[in-house]
């Protein structure tokens, strides 16, 4: 296995993978690595020739200080289960090298940023944006794996891989759920172990909503929030059911030719926890 830290490192690696003819999958991470990760290592390894896998904590996309302050932070322990699972590389780089000079684009992407996670962090997705572009521009990856947990963002990686002509085809991976239903993140490390167990709830209630008919949309809404906002400790920021394309509020359970998507996020104290079911 393979660890860089440059750019220059990572590109070499690449461009003799390909001239060999070897199909390049990446994985663009944030580390503390969990079972959603090794499951996109699975399926990477499944279709590609070689596997890359990235951990760069993306500073741009963090709207405050603490939350990038406290992110989980596990290197050692990443490069150990990542030897185990036969991922080709790692590249880890430094903010310095990601970011030689400020990046200074502003992406637009439409509506899809206007609500939800692009409407209570801002500058967000302008943030994924500019690393996941970069990333794909040094890699020249075919493949590039992403979890459906982070809807709204793959949303966004797909129009922007679209936008900008990159080669690369966006996979998007289904959620892992732990034993109890809670969607894996790599911020479940920072739960208390009471706000661990009332977690549950979010996709005990998601599951239970996506299932009930002959509720209106606003009825399942409320119905939702109430239940999360009821559990102690948990408090709803949004819940909005969306078409699962253009990611626009519906107003008619029936009304979506897309498919209609019910997203979340809830607060356990200063942890965000995000999840998404299919209605
Ligand atoms: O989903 C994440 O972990 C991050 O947003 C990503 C895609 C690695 C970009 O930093």
Do not use: W
């Not at 899809?112 to 944006?129: C, I, Q, S, W, Y």
């Amino acid at each position: 296995m393979e660890v860089f830290t440059t750019i220059k490192e990572v590109r070499n690696f690449c461009k003799k993978s390909k001239s060999m003819g070897r199909s390049i999958g990446l994985i663009p991470t944030m580390g503390a690595l969990h079972g959603g990760h090794i499951a996109l290592v699975k399926k990477c390894r499944e279709e590609n020739d070689t596997t890359i896998l990235s951990i760069f904590i993306n500073p741009l996309q963090f709207n405050n200080k603490s939350d990038l302050l406290k992110y989980p932070r596990n290197t050692d322990k990443d490069l150990e289960i990542l030897k185990k699972h036969s991922v080709n590389c790692i590249f880890i780089p430094d903010a310095k090298e990601m970011y030689p000079v400020p990046d200074e684009r502003v992406f637009n992407f439409g509506s899809l940023d206007k609500r939800m996670e692009g409407h209570f962090r801002p500058t967000h997705f302008n943030g994924v944006a500019k690393i996941v572009s970069r990333l794909l521009q040094i890699t020249d990856a075919d493949r590039a794996y992403f979890g459906e947990k982070d809807y709204q963002q793959l949303a966004i990686i797909k129009h922007l891989v679209k936008n900008l002509n990159f080669n690369t085809k966006i996979v998007p991976c289904p959620t892992v759920r732990e034993k109890d239903g809670l969607a894996m993140s790599s911020r479940n490390a920072l739960l208390t172990d009471e706000q661990r167990r009332n977690a549950a709830v979010i996709s005990e209630v998601l599951k239970e909503a996506s299932k009930k008919t002959g509720l209106t949309v606003q009825e399942l809404k409320e119905r939702v929030c109430r239940k999360i906002n009821d559990t102690p400790g948990l408090e709803v920021e949004y819940f909005e059911i969306a078409d699962g394309e253009t990611l626009q509020p519906a107003v008619y359970r029936e009304a979506s030719e897309n498919g209609l998507v019910g997203c979340i996020a809830v607060k356990a104290g200063e942890v965000r926890l995000i999840d998404n079911m299919v209605f």
